[in-house]
Each structure stands twice: as structure tokens, then as C-alpha cells.
Nanobody, 124 residues
């Protein structure tokens, strides 16, 4: 069992930056691959970024590639999402999720555990 808590969301102007954190407790965190997803009002939850469990493999949605960076600090049981050059279309609730399988997962049902989400709002 893994418990995830996101933080770091907020209101930012277009072009600004935010760093989201996903803090984990429970089982050994470095056994889990972690993904970030986002959900805008009235839309489905969509993949943003993924980082493997014990390796540095990362994957990104095309819409954030080059602007967002996912990283992890297993000693702190935390995964980060560094978001730069934010756009109004990045506005959404951002969720982190963990999965025990080591390979990439790009859809919500690939993940076993979810946080409660953190709101990111980008003003134009």
C-alpha cells in the first residue's frame, strides 16, 4: 500500500513556473514507477509524464515535452514535476499516481495508487 500526497499547485501567470511534489508513504517507494496526470473541467484525465522505478527512464506527453521535467528523490520518497513556460491550457487538477509494474503506463488504469490532486491555474 502506498499513500500519495501532491502539493505545490497554485495560480501563476502564463510563462511562469511551478514545481509540484508527490510525497509517498507506505511501501518502499523506489519499487514504484510514478506518473503525473491532469484533468481539466469537463475533460478526461490525461497523461502528462512518467518516471520509472529504479532507472531514469522518463516519458512525456507531446503537449508538455520540453517544458515539463519529471524527477524523483527516492531518499525523500518524493517525485517532482517541474513545469516551465506554463500556458493557460495547462490549467487542470494534477494528480500523481504509482504503479508497481516497472514499464511505462500511459493511461489511468495502468496505475494502482492515486493522490488527491493539486490545482494548477495559469492566467493569460
Amino acid at each position: 500500500q502506498v499513500h500519495l500526497v501532491e502539493s505545490g499547485g497554485g495560480l501563476v501567470q502564463a510563462g511562469g513556473s511551478l514545481r509540484l511534489s508527490c510525497a509517498a508513504s507506505g511501501r518502499t517507494f523506489d519499487d514504484y514507477a510514478v506518473g503525473w496526470f491532469r484533468q481539466a473541467p469537463g475533460k478526461e484525465r490525461r497523461f502528462v509524464a512518467h518516471i520509472a522505478s529504479r532507472y531514469i527512464n522518463t516519458y512525456y506527453a507531446d503537449s508538455v515535452k520540453g517544458r515539463f521535467t519529471i524527477s524523483r528523490d527516492n531518499a525523500k520518497n518524493t517525485v517532482y514535476l517541474h513545469m516551465n513556460a506554463l500556458k493557460p491550457e495547462d490549467t487542470a487538477i494534477y494528480f500523481c499516481a504509482a504503479r508497481i509494474a516497472p514499464d511505462f503506463g500511459g493511461i489511468p488504469r495502468d496505475y494502482d495508487y492515486w493522490g488527491q490532486g493539486t490545482q494548477v491555474t495559469v492566467s493569460s
